[in-house]
């Protein structure tokens, strides 16, 4: 009995997790932009690419960066 409430839990985590946006590194935010950290921070100190500190560490999350990379996209075609 106590086995199936524990799975039961487990699985409520587990679809509430899906739900939650992933974060990235600000290194690797920088790989994917192919960015430099003086840019990255001008960007986040602007408020162009919003950002979540979490102790001492600052994140990235993929949707904003997603929307980042959209809002300047200039010319050519938007691949889906």
Known sequence: M???S???VDSAVRD???SIDTL???EDV???L???RTLLYKQMSCGD???VQIGSTRHISRI????FINRNRKGGRRVA
Do not use: N, R, V, Y
Request: cysteine-free; aromatic content about 4%.
């Open 6 to 8: 524990s799975h039961k």
């Open 49 to 51: 690419l919003p950002w």
């Open 24 to 26: 990235l590194s600000l």
């Open 16 to 18: 509430k997790l899906e």
């Open 64 to 67: 904003d960066l997603t929307e």
């Open 2 to 4: 106590e086995l199936e």
């Open 30 to 32: 920088m790989q994917i």
């Open 34 to 36: 192919g960015i430099g």
